[in-house]
């Protein structure tokens, strides 16, 4: 029914909640149809070292709760370059690879877009990161379980906030997207929300601070480790030396945002999305990104995804919703 008879799989740069359950989807959905998969290891690097394992059904039973990816990932310097691309390309050749599945964000669909063009190679991408900052997708796999993971974290410093009267400065991931800060920070109820797309500065929060009610025990504020204003420790010395009577804290959460099992959503998503990049593939889709928008699957191209928020996804209604929630 089709001439794609090996799909290889592979997971690179940052790691997010879910890879697994997207490797899973791939493998299940591609042996429903009659396809043979690989997984490279350590993402493109594995392509250029010819470092891979044949998968089935056991290799990945029992993964789907698991986070990290049991493909490893990596990011490489080999792969920007003609020399190493066509090495990879010889690889998949060799071991009678006819598409790749590769998962991963902004960084992994730029090498995968550069490499379809120059070889005519089928490629269908599934957006494997936490900071949810492509087009085409309303969210992407890793996504909610990171904000999850915010939540929880800054619920349980808010105790000890209240129990001191302090006021605490959260940093969490989101290089240069304040998605993540945004949904955590309007679901812990923060006093402000830092971010870059809201072009806020330290004085923005000296004057939420001046208006916010006097007689709150504690006060949080989330900063997305990407803002202009240079990340919380440097909020933390604006706002200890305006109001030294605070007792301030800087709290960076760092990687846990990344780890942990995947929710719900993330594990439905990831399936829903591997077995997508499979049907994508069989069909004739190349160079694009498998998403879901309003509960429907889209194929969006690498070009357009990459780097390319939706302007839904922090529009000033959600900016408004931090003012009015804040007041």
């Known amino acids: 029914m089709n001439k794609i008879k090996n799909i290889g799989v592979l997971t690179s740069g940052g790691d997010s909640p879910g890879m697994n359950a997207a490797i899973r989807a791939v493998v299940r959905g591609s042996i429903y149809y009659d396809i043979e998969v690989t997984g490279f290891l350590r993402g493109y690097e594995g392509l250029i070292h010819n470092d891979f394992i044949p998968m089935d059904r056991k290799s990945v039973a029992n ?80 996504y909610d379980s990171a904000i999850n993971t915010v939540i929880d974290a800054v619920d349980k410093i808010r105790d000890t906030a209240e129990s001191h009267d302090r006021l605490f400065i959260v940093e969490v991931m989101g ?73 301030t804290k800087v709290s960076v959460l760092g990687h846990i945002q990344r780890g942990g099992k995947p929710t719900c959503m993330d594990r439905v998503l990831a399936s829903r999305l591997g077995v997508a990049a499979v049907e994508g593939l069989i069909n004739g889709e190349s160079g694009v990104m498998a998403g879901q928008i309003n509960r429907e699957i889209v194929f969006t191209p690498f070009d357009h995804a990459i780097k390319h928020i939706n302007a839904e996804k922090v529009s000033s209604k959600w900016l408004k919703l931090i003012d009015i929630l804040s007041f």
């Not at 493909?71 to 490489?76: E, F, G, Q, V």
């Not at 870059?196 to 997305?224: G, T």
């Open 63 to 142: 993964i789907i709760q698991r986070g990290g990816t049991i493909l490893k990932t990596a990011r490489s310097e080999a792969f920007k370059t003609v020399e190493g691309r066509k090495i990879a390309y010889e690889n998949l050749k060799a071991n009678g690879i006819d598409a790749l599945v590769v998962i991963g964000g902004d960084g992994t669909f730029t090498g995968a877009n550069i490499f379809s063009k120059e070889f005519d190679f089928p490629i269908v991408g599934l957006p494997g990161t936490i900071d949810n900052d492509l087009a085409g997708t309303d969210f992407t796999i890793g």
């Open 175 to 247: 290089r240069d997207s304040g998605l993540i800060a945004l949904r955590s920070g309007i679901g812990v109820g923060a006093e402000a929300i830092m971010i870059p797309e809201a072009n806020m500065n330290a004085d923005d929060i000296l004057h939420k601070l001046e208006h916010s009610r006097k007689d709150k025990a504690s006060k949080i504020i989330i900063v997305a480790e990407g803002d202009d204003t240079g990340g919380a420790f440097k909020v933390g010395e604006i706002l200890q030396e305006k109001y030294p009577h605070y007792d």
